[in-house]
Structures are given as structure tokens and as C-alpha cells.
């Protein structure tokens, strides 16, 4: 296939005077999203449309002609095509004005196999003379017209090498980072993205799931159960708050220590290859990338460990325990702790600032935030601020707990309480984190990771 080389030329030529003009056909939702952010990005448009006024404002913009789809078609070398895989036809009545044209075509489906071939090879069919590219359809009209694309990946698939690379440079100019993801034939996976649910909150949301699941249970055994079958006391009501209270902020902890745990790892092993260059492990790589959402998780349980804490005094069995002390006209002489009030102080500080920084983190992980500050900034707040956050919650988890470690109470049935287990991820991860921070440490790692390789002995 033979692509208009005089168009995919120019592409590659310095500045040019008039800006490239690009055709969009089809005025929907998408079409105008996407029209937008090609003129805001330097482009111009013209859009092919059997209505030729349309009621938007764009479409009334002096930058913007509107005109028939053949016209539209024959004036621009890139033609987006958005409009649904259903109204293609009109396009293969179009093939003379499409010869040698680039198609984008962003479409997407309502299920998976909805039809036998994937949109774009349909569409390929359909005008054989021109390139079709397959990409940018996992962009929302949403995120185009907030203009959340900063950094956004996007993939790409096509027969034709200029096509792509045409397509790419034009992405790279809206600010997307364009991935390749091969031949045409790959046009149905890059259809099924989008139909992917949630697919990077999997993982945590399955972490999330295993420990709360795993610590109710073992708290249940040990909190309940064991009062039941040792005392005979029946106190099955504290499977509401109390139990609750106490599996969520252990998985909010061991889950924000997941967060950095991976970092910590890949650290280690560039450390050990003595290299940034050599690809880490899958699995590595899929826990990286679900960092973010696993951190998002835990702080969803840090709200809710702090909600259920600043309900306790109004709890009917809190209330009871108060009212009968004082109808009883209890005398215990109460004498006052020094150390009992500064551990309890302590603690319920440390939880107050470590969930402060917390929500700080989850704020600044959001795209419309994140995207306003440096990499320099970003990288702060989530590495330092990060483990700093990390820090403190541990701590809160260590004083909460100090003088409870030795009481051999403390171990009923020969188990360690929750709040125990759950410091053991924390503390080893600060642990290599300290390690990292030693100065022969980090300078090798700052090496490597500047690009400097160890020879490794023949
Ligand atoms: C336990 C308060 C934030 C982790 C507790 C307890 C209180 C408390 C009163 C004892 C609960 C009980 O006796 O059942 C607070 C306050 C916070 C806060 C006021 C902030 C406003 C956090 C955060 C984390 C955390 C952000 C971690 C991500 C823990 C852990 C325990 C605990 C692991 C031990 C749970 C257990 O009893 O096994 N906190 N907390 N807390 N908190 Fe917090």
C-alpha cells in the first residue's frame, strides 16, 4: 500500500507555517472532544458530517470548517474516524477520496466478540487502498475534554510502519505516550481494553480482600471464640465495631506497606544484577504498576478504622460499662499514669498525623493534582512524604501495642494479636528502606540507576 508520501513527508519537517489540518468524521460526543484538543494542541480541523451546522459551539468556531465527508476527506492526509462500526459503509461509497489516506479508527464495542473481525480490520476491508491505523480508543470524550492526557498511554496497531509513525507524532503532540503495539491483527485486543473492568484494581482489591477475610477470621477465634469456650462470656456483639476496628486498620497498614515493598525490591535486585538494564520479573512489574490503587484501598480502610474509632464512646456496650460503674458508686481510688497518659497521647497522635499524610498521599495520587506538580515535587511526596507516612503508622501500631508485647495474656491460644502481625510487613519494609539509605548504599544505587553497569568477572 502506497500512503500520500508528499503528507507523511511534511509531518517530518521542522515548523511549519499553517498548522497541519486533520479530518474528524462524525460531530458526536467523541468527534467533538477530540476536536477540541487537536485545536488546543496546535492543529487544525475539518470535520466531515452529513449535518453541516451543527448545534455546538465548536462547530460554529472560525478555526473549524465543517463540510460533506468526501470533501473533509480529500483535504487532510489524517482522518479520525468516529463514528460507530455500524454507519461504516458509508466509507467503502468514500474509497476513491480515501486512497492513500491514514484512518484512525477509534471505535470500540459494547461486549467482547460482539462481531467476527475487530472494527479496523472491518474497516481495512472496507477501504483497502487506504492505512488503517487502530488506536486512541482507549481515550474517553471525558478525559479529552479535561484535557487529562498528560502522560496517558495509548496504543497503536497497523500494517502500515508511515501510518503509525504519523499517528504517533501526532499523539506525542496532544502529550499521549504512544505504545506500538504491532500489526492489525492485534486491532481486537486494543478493542478489548476498554471493556476491561477495572483491570489494575484487581490485584488490590484481592489483596485487600484475602487479608481482611484472613484477619476476621483469626480475630474472631481469638477475640470471641476464645472468650466463649474459655470464659463462657458471650460477646459476639463485638463483631460489629470492635472486630471491625480492628481488621481494617490492619489491612489499611500491611497494604500501605505493599506500596513500598516492590520498591524496595526492585532496589535490591538492580543492587544485586549490578544493572537498571536487565527487565524485572512479571510479577514484579504488575505489582508496581498497582501501587497507586493499592495505596488508594488502604487509605479507604484507614477512613473507615478512623470512622468506627470516633464512634466508640457512643457504642451501647461503652455507654452500659459506664452507666453501671456509676450506679454501683465504684470507689476504686483512680490514680493517675504518667506513662499510661503519655503512651495513649502518643499513639492517638501518631494515628492523627500519620492519617493526615496519608490522605495527602491519596490526594496527590490523583491525575488532576499529580499533574500539576513536578516530577521532582510528585516524587517527594510519594517516595519521602511516603514512607514517612509509613513511619508513623507503624509507630502508632508499636505504641498502641508497647505494653502489651511482653503480657503473656496477650497470647491467647498461643497467637500473637492482630496488630503484631500486622507490623511484621511495615518494619521489614522500613527496614530495607534504612538500608537503601546508607550512604555506600545509595550512592551504588544512584550509579546504576544513572546507567552505570558492574562488569560482572568472566
Ligand atoms: C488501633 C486511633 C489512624 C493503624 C487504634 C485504636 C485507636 C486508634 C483508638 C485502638 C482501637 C481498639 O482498641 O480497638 C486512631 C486515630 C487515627 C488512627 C484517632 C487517626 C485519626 C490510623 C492509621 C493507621 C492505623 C492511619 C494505619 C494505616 C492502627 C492499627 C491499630 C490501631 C494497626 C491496631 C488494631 C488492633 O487493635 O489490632 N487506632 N488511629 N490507625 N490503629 Fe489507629
Known amino acids: ?3 500520500n508520501s508528499m503528507s507523511l513527508r511534511s509531518l517530518d519537517m521542522p515548523a511549519e ?12 460526543d467523541l468527534g467533538r472532544s477530540l476536536g477540541e484538543r487537536l485545536l488546543q ?3 487544525r480541523v475539518v470535520y466531515g458530517s452529513r449535518r453541516l451546522h451543527g448545534g455546538s459551539p465548536l462547530l460554529s468556531d472560525p478555526r473549524v470548517q465543517v463540510t460533506s465527508h468526501e470533501a473533509a476527506a480529500q ?10 462500526r455500524e454507519h461504516y459503509e458509508f466509507l467503502a461509497t468514500m474509497r476513491n477520496h480515501l486512497q492513500g489516506k491514514v484512518l484512525v479508527d477509534l471505535s470500540n464495542n459494547l ?40 502522560g496517558k498511554q495509548v496504543y497503536l496497531c497497523g500494517d502500515s ?11 506525542t503532540k496532544l502529550g499521549l505516550s504512544v505504545l506500538d503495539k504491532g500489526s492489525l491483527s492485534a486491532a481486537r485486543e486494543l478493542e478489548d481494553f476498554p471493556l476491561k473492568l477495572f483491570p489494575e484494581w484487581r490485584l488490590p482489591l484481592s489483596v485487600a480482600l484475602g487479608l481482611t477475610a484472613f484477619f476476621f477470621f483469626y480475630l474472631l477465634i481469638r477475640d470471641v471464640i476464645y472468650a466463649y469456650v474459655e470464659k463462657k462470656d458471650e460477646i459476639s456483639y463485638r463483631i460489629m465495631v470492635s472486630l471491625a476496628n480492628k481488621v481494617f486498620p490492619i489491612v489499611a497498614l500491611i497494604m500501605l506497606s ?6 524496595a525490591i526492585a532496589a535490591f535486585l538492580q543492587l544485586y544484577r549490578g544493572t537498571k538494564y536487565s527487565r524485572f520479573p512479571n510479577w514484579l512489574d504488575r505489582w508496581m504498576v498497582s501501587r497507586k490503587q493499592m495505596g488508594l484501598v488502604a487509605l479507604g480502610f484507614a477512613f473507615l478504622h478512623v470512622t468506627y474509632t470516633f464512634i466508640i464512646p457512643i457504642r451501647y456496650a461503652v455507654r452500659h460499662k459506664l452507666i453501671s460503674r456509676i450506679k454501683k458508686n465504684k470507689t ?3 490514680r493517675f499514669d504518667n506513662t499510661e497518659a503519655w503512651g495513649t497521647d502518643s499513639f492517638v497522635t501518631l494515628g492523627i498525623l500519620g492519617f493526615f499524610l496519608f490522605v495527602l498521599l491519596g490526594i496527590t495520587s490523583l491525575p488532576s493534582v499529580g499533574g500539576s506538580l513536578s516530577w521532582r515535587e510528585f516524587n517527594f511526596i510519594q517516595s519521602k512524604l511516603g514512607h514517612l507516612t509509613l513511619f508513623i503508622c507503624t509507630a502508632h501500631g508499636y505504641v498502641y501495642g508497647w505494653n502489651k508485647f511482653l503480657l503473656p495474656s496477650t497470647y491467647k491460644w498461643y497467637t500473637p494479636p492482630g496488630f503484631m502481625l500486622c507490623l511484621i510487613v511495615p518494619s521489614v519494609v522500613l527496614v530495607l528502606k534504612g538500608i537503601l539509605l546508607l550512604p555506600c548504599v545509595d550512592r551504588t544505587l544512584t550509579l546504576i540507576r544513572q546507567g552505570w553497569e558492574r562488569t560482572q568477572p568472566k
Open 1 to 3: 500500500m502506497t500512503l
Open 17 to 28: 507555517s499553517e498548522p497541519e489540518l486533520l479530518c474528524i468524521l462524525g460531530t458526536g
Open 41 to 43: 494542541s496546535g492543529f
Open 75 to 84: 483535504s487532510a492526509n489524517i482522518i479520525f474516524v468516529c463514528v460507530h
Open 111 to 150: 461486549k467482547k466478540d460482539m462481531y467476527p473481525e475487530a472494527n479496523a480490520v472491518y474497516l481495512q476491508r472496507l477501504v483497502p487502498k487506504a492505512a488503517v491505523v487502530k488506536g486512541l480508543n482507549t481515550l474517553s470524550a471525558w478525559a479529552l475534554q479535561n484535557g487529562l492526557l498528560a
Open 161 to 171: 510502519a508511515e501510518a503509525k509513525q504519523a499517528v504517533a507524532q501526532m499523539a
Open 258 to 263: 505493599l506500596c513500598y515493598l516492590p520498591g
Open 332 to 334: 476504686t481510688p483512680f
